[in-house]
T-cell receptor, first 111, second 116 residues
Framework: DAKTTQPNSMESNEEEPVHLPCNHS???????IHWYRQLPSQGPEYVIH???SNVNNRMASLAIAEDRKSSTLILHRATLRDAAVYYC????????????FGGGTRLMVKP | GAGVSQSPSNKVTEKGKDVELRCDPI?????LYWYRQRLGQGLEFLIY????????KSGLPSDRFSAERTGESVSTLTIQRTQQEDSAVYLC??????????????FGNGTRLTVT
């Protein structure tokens, strides 16, 4: 099963850090963890991805648990423009390279 | 540089008509995906192309749906005899290599299809 588990929604205050959790308990050793976000009326946008080590880029940080069964997307200072649906996805090498998108987490940012 | 381009951005059609949706991937990207997103829902995988390999059609919901891609260029998704349940946003994405691995997907803004 290539699914991940995320909370349906989360709220944050503007300019505060946000930690978005994801469980992927059946992940295999070669599956990458990808995060995308989707703003209203737009296609999904790549945020970050990783395999084992924590990753940082200009948009966010990705913290991957040592057993790789969970990960956390970290937005260091939420802005109103970060309000979106965030998708955590496993790259399942046994699924024909298909990336399966679940329901994601709807992040609401309060001013 | 240019991103993934989809056309038309909006399409309204009558039930029973055929529609063709177009996707121009980023130049050099070998992998191309089609997804469908119904209102308020997540993305549903439809089909995947990788280079000149046979496409993965496992997500196509019925034989009314088909897609083609010539080499590593443009792809078209065709829906025959459209039904109201086909109303959705159809999203195309491309990636430099198979997207499930160390290669992110780049999405277009989709085609919003409305079947009346």
């Amino acid at each position: 099963d290539a699914k991940t588990t995320q909370p349906n929604s989360m709220e944050s205050n503007e300019e505060e850090p946000v930690h978005l959790p994801c469980n992927h308990s059946t992940i295999s050793g070669t599956d990458y963890i990808h995060w995308y976000r989707q703003l209203p009326s737009q296609g999904p946008e790549y945020v970050i991805h990783g395999l084992t080590s924590n990753v940082n880029n200009r948009m966010a940080s990705l913290a991957i648990a040592e057993d790789r069964k969970s990960s956390t997307l970290i937005l260091h200072r939420a802005t109103l423009r970060d309000a979106a649906v965030y998708y955590c996805i496993r790259g399942n090498n046994n699924a024909g390279n298909m990336l399966t998108f679940g329901g994601g987490t709807r992040l609401m940012v309060k001013p | 540089g240019a991103g993934v381009s989809q056309s038309p951005s909006n399409k309204v059609t009558e039930k029973g008509k055929d529609v063709e949706l177009r996707c121009d991937p980023i130049s050099g990207h070998t992998a191309l995906y089609w997804y469908r997103q119904r209102l308020g829902q997540g993305l549903e995988f439809l089909i995947y192309f990788q280079g000149n390999s046979a496409p993965d059609k496992s997500g196509l919901p019925s034989d009314r749906f088909s897609a083609e891609r010539t080499g590593e260029s443009v792809s078209t998704l065709t829906i025959q005899r459209t039904q109201q349940e086909d109303s959705a946003v159809y999203l195309c994405a491309s990636s430099l290599a198979p997207g499930g691995r160390n290669s992110p997907l780049h999405f277009g803004n989709g085609t919003r299809l409305t079947v009346t």
